[in-house]
């Protein structure tokens, strides 16, 4: 995959690679996209993980002169630091020692998450439904065994996290380049590579993936068309949401109907165009679609001002 990965690059004025400190870079600097980007931000943005000088090409117009998309790049004085957000795609981040991978988590690196939540919090009535509203969806887990040593054969024990899309969602520039270790996986990997736009799967990789028995989840994300019942508008029957994809078939996520709509999945006139994000593995659904099917914890709305880093 060519596709550039920098999407997000950090912004802070005066800050230096070879004398700053990257817990200050990462803490205090602003996340931009490439549009957001004006020549004044010149030698002073910094690549996410690795936190090299970035540039953009080209630096002042959305296009370059072979019709390539504008995008952020690393700098090839830099090429001997290794970072994930360079093409060809590095494998998944293995840690050294235990200490280490703790200190990750610590230092919001890396999150180890042991399960979504299966079912909504107690609703409360006097809560109003907007996201900085509900309760904190973060608990924590289990001590979790994982793999991640650099060395074979050998496991860490670390603090998980018990979690919900819903809550990924609240900071998700934040978490965006963040490494995550979901239930199932091996090896922590970036959520910004977890991210699958359902709009550009073909017939073709769907099929491919329901047909694969060890068919991983992944964080799958799109735009509402529609929000129905089948037959009665009741909230305990299962609600159809169709999301954009290609032509020749459609998608849904299917799920409880009082679930999607306090995740703000209600009528048409304000969920369509949304863009909602669904853990889980695709399927089939009738002869012409498919579907996901997630529980309480595994799908939600993105809150609008983040849309831009996906689209
Ligand atoms: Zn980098």
Redesign the pocket.
């Known amino acids: 995959m060519a596709e550039n990965k920098i999407k997000l690059a950090l912004y802070l004025n005066g800050w230096d690679y070879e004398t700053g400190n990257k817990q200050t870079l990462k803490n205090n600097a602003q996340k931009i996209t490439v549009k957001e980007f004006d020549i004044s931000m010149k030698s002073n943005i910094f690549?996410p993980?690795?936190s090299?000088p970035i540039t953009r090409r080209p630096l002042d117009k959305d296009n370059s002169t072979n019709g390539r998309k504008a995008c952020f790049s690393?700098i090839p004085t830099y090429s001997h630091v290794e970072?994930p957000?360079?093409v060809p795609k590095a494998e998944g981040k293995l840690y050294n020692t235990e200490e280490e991978a703790k200190q990750a988590i610590d230092n919001k690196e890396l999150v180890v998450i042991s399960g979504f939540k299966s079912e909504p919090p107690e609703q409360n009535d006097s809560q109003a439904e907007e996201y900085d509203q509900t309760p904190v969806e973060d608990n924590n887990g289990p001590l979790a065994e994982v793999p991640i040593s650099r060395h074979t054969g050998e496991v860490f024990n670390l603090p998980s996290t018990s979690t919900s899309i819903r809550g990924l969602c609240r900071n998700f520039y934040d978490n965006y380049n963040r490494y995550y270790l979901f239930p199932e996986y091996t090896s922590a990997i970036l959520l910004s590579d977890l991210l699958v736009d359902i709009k550009k799967l073909s017939k073709k990789d769907i099929l491919k993936k329901i047909e694969n028995p060890d068919q991983l989840p992944m964080l799958y994300y799109g735009k509402i068309i529609s929000s129905y019942y089948l037959a009665e508008n009741n909230p305990n029957h299962i609600k159809f949401t169709q999301i954009e994809c290609a032509k020749g078939f459609d998608f849904c996520i299917k799920a409880k109907g009082e679930y999607q709509e306090r995740h703000g999945i209600k009528d048409n006139s304000n969920s369509k165009g949304r863009v909602v994000l669904c853990w889980g593995t695709l399927e089939k659904n009738s002869e012409l679609g498919y579907a996901i099917r997630p529980v309480w914890g595994e799908f939600a709305l993105l809150p609008v001002q983040y849309e831009k880093v996906l689209f």
């Open positions: 690549c993980i690795c090299t690393h970072c957000l360079r």
